[in-house]
């Protein structure tokens, strides 16, 4: 079991930034991926940035690269997403998931590949 859990969300206007943490606890493992989704109401969730918590890059869905930066603290057992430049279709509950499975690069996408999720953070982009 692991136990994910997501803080750093809130309201800020259109342009500003904020930066969510996530907490990984229980059964992790380096070989895990961290991965952070978004659903916004009524839309299918949609992801957002993965890594592995050794080697490689992070990778960003096309529409927040630029602007979002996912990182992490092995150490810690942390990941972060810094948001940048926020748009108002930004707005949306944002998760941190685990996927124990070792994915490969080119999955890294697909939520359903993901075995923890934490609760969520809400993040609001309105003036």
């Known amino acids: 079991q692991v136990q994910l859990v997501e803080s750093g969300g809130g309201l800020v206007q259109p342009g500003g930034s904020l930066r969510l943490s996530c907490v990984a606890s229980?059964?992790?493992?380096?070989?895990?991926?961290m991965g952070w989704f978004r659903q916004a109401p009524g839309k299918e969730r949609e992801f957002v940035a993965a890594?592995?918590?050794?080697?490689?890059?992070?990778r960003h869905a096309d529409a927040v690269k630029g602007r979002f930066t996912m990182s992490r603290d092995i150490a810690k057992k942390m990941v972060y997403l810094q948001m940048n430049r926020l748009m108002p279709e930004d707005t949306a509950t944002y998760y941190c998931?685990?996927?124990?499975?070792?994915?490969?690069?080119?999955?890294?996408?697909?939520?359903?590949?993901?075995?923890?999720w934490g609760q969520g953070t809400q993040v609001t982009v309105s003036s």
């Open positions: 998931a685990t996927s124990v499975r070792g994915l490969i690069q080119s999955t890294l996408h697909d939520s359903t590949l993901y075995d923890y």
């Open positions: 890594t592995r918590w050794t080697g490689g890059s992070p």
């Open positions: 229980g059964g992790t493992s380096t070989r895990h991926v």
